[in-house]
């Protein structure tokens, strides 16, 4: 049971590059979402899927899309990397019962530099 | 205004002591509450969640929530060097589903 992973761990682009983050999950988890972390701000939601073939925007979408493939995997892509988008981006995923009690579980985690 | 806010400290402490991490949120219809550890470099663990007023006791670790006034607290008795880490305070708005709004985060020092 591997939970939560993310692949690249690390990753440097250029300006105008375009890239997708991958994400799985090996828990039946229906709810999957990606955030992002920077210094100072908190982890701060990019987009989330509530489950197969539905996704939704969080707090700070723009520049970003994602694609929910299967019930297991969530990507993330980016089609025209900026600078800004330096971060470190995290998958979480939870299974979700509508009591609000649901633990996010997250992945570890993949750093982005773009120059 | 933050609709989750902590002081980012760092909150130093000594070994033994008990650390006390505050965290306030805006939106008095928010019903769940989590404590999420995260230690440098490494991805947000889940501590402990509270979902009514009052206490939750896990081992060392105490959640207190006060509704009323819109608090939510962490005590760490016992405070080891282990401890050490950013403290991530979670809310779970009401007029969302599955969505957690994070605070900042308060790095915790546990010094011998």
């Known amino acids: 049971n591997a939970g939560v992973t993310q692949t690249p761990k690390f990753q440097v682009l250029k300006t105008g590059q375009s890239m997708t983050l991958q994400c799985a999950q090996d828990?039946?988890?229906?709810?999957m979402y990606w955030y992002r972390q920077d210094p100072g701000m908190g982890l701060r939601l990019i987009y989330y899927s509530a489950s197969e073939g539905t996704t939704d925007k969080g707090e700070v979408p723009n520049g970003y899309n994602v694609s929910r493939l299967n019930k297991r995997e969530f990507s993330l892509r980016l089609e025209s990397a900026a600078p800004s988008q330096t971060s470190v981006y995290f998958c979480?995923?939870?299974?979700?019962?509508?009591?609000?009690?649901?633990?996010?579980?997250f992945g570890p985690g993949t750093r982005l530099l773009v120059l | 205004q933050k609709e989750v806010e902590q002081n980012s400290g760092p909150l130093s402490v000594p070994e033994g002591a008990i650390a006390s991490l505050n965290c306030t949120y805006s939106?008095?219809?928010?019903?769940?509450f989590f404590w999420y550890r995260q230690y440098s470099g490494k991805s947000p663990e889940l501590i402990m969640s509270?979902?009514?007023?009052g206490d939750k006791e896990d081992g060392r670790f105490t959640a207190q929530l006060n509704k009323a006034s819109q608090y939510v607290s962490l005590l760490i008795r016992d405070s080891q060097p282990s401890d050490s880490a950013t403290y991530l305070c979670a809310v779970k708005l009401a007029r969302n589903t599955d969505k957690l709004i994070f605070g900042t985060g308060t790095r915790l020092q546990v010094f011998p």
């Open positions: 979480a995923s939870s299974f979700s019962t509508g009591q609000g009690t649901e633990t996010q579980y």
């Open positions: 939106d008095r219809v928010s019903q769940s």
């Open positions: 828990m039946n988890h229906n709810s």
């Open positions: 509270i979902y009514s007023n």
